[in-house]
Each structure stands twice: as structure tokens, then as C-alpha cells.
């Protein structure tokens, strides 16, 4: 069976709790990117860092963003350090990073440089390892409720197709969940950045297991759908607007309609009366959950016909429709 020793154990990360940082003390006007309401943890890093605002890295980054590092560019870049806070070598210049700089790399690398200067100054490593100690009964929160279940080998089963080493951190400050792949022509790794915000929420709405288990599958799956989805451009990397919008709607439609698949199966949420979820994927860029839900019950009921989800995937991207030119 896939994945039988395969055992997800959440963490926070130094690099992406610095770049953290550094967004919540700067002027980008972004509120749904990063929690810059007051709380308990806000107020620990308002008192300990404020003094800290005007440093060139903090000062430059909304300049940084409008540029192109954004959204999901945030963890990519963090992941894509060392912990020395220094591009590393051996993938310095990801295909994701250098579409968005495209010939102005040496912009991000400056960026690296002021980034590593402000670590250094604010001696953020010795703050963030004292700062663990208080998530960490947090993380026990959520390691608990993953044990319940093998995350890994049910997604696997189900896509029969098995996963790149995976990895799984919580952060602090970034409002969204994102799944990211880091590597070489040698190594990949996978790994899906939980937002302590949304979970937060998920407790409070007693739905932890739902929020937690469906963001992981879904974070993780686009390191699946996506590749097969770029295999229809000529270059991923430089689409227009619309085959961008395209591209994405393709990949969350499917990429929910799997994970609604996954909860149904483990009987996490009802096989009927599901409108509030398609409503939901609506909302959230995923046009054509509901279709793609009534294909793959198809594809579950033909298993050995199409044998894993990347020989099923061309039936599900005709159902979404034709590729802009």
C-alpha cells in the first residue's frame, strides 16, 4: 500500500515566521494575506519588533509585492532559503521565482540580502526559538487530531499515485493556505503551509478535522493536478490573463472535487446534501466543483480501467471546457 509508514507531524518554520514578520510590520494594504489585527501573538511581535519598522526590508517590501512576489511567491521564496536566510544553490532560481522577476532577479536577490541583515539585527532566530515553546502546545493540538487519521496513504490510494516527500508547517501571520513544491531534477518536496487563522476559525466552529484534513489533501494535490494541467501550454510560466484564470479555476475544480471525494469516503462530512460545499468552491475560484464531483464518482467505480487520477484527468479537464488560446 502507498505511503504505509508515512506519518505527517506539523511545525513552524524560521524563514517563513521572518518573511512573516517582516509583511506584518510593513505598510501592504492586504488584509487578506496576513493578520495584522491585534491578538495575543500580534502583541508580542508589536512589543518586541516596532522598533524595527524602518528597516530597508521592511520599507521595501510592498514595492517588492507590487512587483511580483505575492501570494503563494511568499512561502516559495522562504522555502527556497537556507537557514543562513541565503537563496539555495541548488534551486536558486525555481521556475515560479524567476516567472515572477523574470529579468529582474537580482531585484529578489537584494531583497535576500536586506532580509538576512534584518534577521541578524532583530536576532529573530534566538525570538523565534523562545516563541516556539509557546506554539507548541498548539501544534500538539493539531499533531492529536492528524494522528487520527493516515493522512497520506488515503490520498494516495485514492489518486493511486504516490507523493514526493511531504512536509507539512503551520504559520503564525499568513491568513491563507498554500501548497508548494521545492527541488531539483534530483529531489521535490511537497509541502502545505496551514494558516493558524482558518484553523483558529475551524475550532472555534468545532469542524477542526474537516478544515484541517481537507486543506492538506488540497494543498498537496496541486503538486499532482497542476503539472498535468501545465502540460497543456507551451509555457506555464508565461500565461495571459486568461489562460491564467483558466488555468487555476481548471485546477481548483478538480482539486476540491477530490478532497470532497476524500471527506465523503472517511464519512468526515455526508455523501448527500452537499450544496453548501459547491456554493463554497464557487466562492473560493473552483467554478466546476460539482461537475468534477459527478465524474470522479465514475472515476471510483473504474478504477482498474483508468488505474490512477493523471490517466482520469483529460475526461475531467474536457468537462471544464475548451483551453483559451
Not at 523562545?130 to 490510494?157: A, G
Not at 489518486?159 to 503564525?172: F, H, P, Q
Request: hydrophobic content about 40%; charged content about 25%.
Amino acid at each position: 500500500m502507498f505511503g504505509i509508514d508515512d506519518k505527517l507531524v506539523i511545525r513552524t518554520d524560521f524563514r517563513i515566521e521572518l518573511l512573516s514578520l517582516v509583511i506584518f510590520l510593513s505598510d501592504l494594504n492586504e488584509k487578506h494575506f496576513i493578520v495584522k489585527r491585534e491578538n495575543e501573538y500580534t502583541a508580542m511581535l508589536n512589543t518586541e519588533f516596532k522598533s524595527f519598522k524602518r528597516h530597508q526590508v521592511v520599507s521595501k517590501f510592498p514595492d517588492i509585492w507590487d512587483k511580483g512576489l505575492r501570494w503563494d511567491g511568499i512561502p516559495q521564496l522562504a522555502l527556497h532559503l537556507n537557514d543562513n536566510i541565503e537563496l539555495l544553490n541548488q534551486i536558486k532560481y525555481s521556475h515560479d521565482l524567476q516567472s515572477r522577476f523574470k529579468n529582474n532577479i537580482n531585484e529578489l536577490v537584494e531583497f535576500v540580502d536586506l532580509l538576512r541583515d534584518f534577521a541578524n539585527k532583530t536576532n529573530f532566530e534566538s525570538y523565534y526559538k523562545k516563541e516556539y515553546k509557546n506554539v507548541e502546545r498548539y501544534l500538539s493540538i493539531l499533531n492529536q487530531e492528524l494522528e487520527r487519521y493516515p493522512v497520506i496513504p488515503i490520498l494516495e490510494k485514492y489518486i493511486n499515485l504516490k507523493l514526493n516527500k511531504t512536509t507539512v508547517i503551520l504559520s503564525n501571520l499568513l491568513k491563507s493556505a498554500y501548497g508548494i513544491t521545492i527541488g531539483s531534477k534530483n529531489y521535490k518536496e511537497i509541502c502545505c503551509i496551514l494558516s493558524r487563522h482558518w484553523l483558529n476559525v475551524a475550532i472555534q466552529n468545532n469542524c477542526l478535522d474537516r478544515i484541517l484534513l481537507s486543506t492538506i489533501w488540497h494543498e498537496f494535490l496541486h503538486s499532482i493536478i497542476n503539472p498535468l494541467t501545465d502540460k497543456l501550454f507551451k509555457n506555464p510560466y508565461d500565461l495571459s490573463e486568461t489562460q491564467l484564470d483558466w488555468y487555476c479555476k481548471l485546477n481548483e475544480s478538480i482539486i476540491w472535487a477530490i478532497t470532497l471525494r476524500l471527506l465523503i469516503q472517511e464519512k468526515i462530512v455526508c455523501a448527500t446534501n452537499n450544496e453548501w460545499y459547491f456554493k463554497n468552491a464557487i466562492r473560493n475560484g473552483a467554478p466546476k466543483t460539482k461537475e468534477m464531483n459527478d465524474l470522479l464518482v465514475e472515476y471510483e467505480k473504474n478504477k482498474l480501467k483508468f488505474k490512477s487520477i493523471d490517466n482520469y484527468y483529460p475526461i475531467l479537464q474536457k468537462e471544464f471546457g475548451q483551453i483559451p488560446k
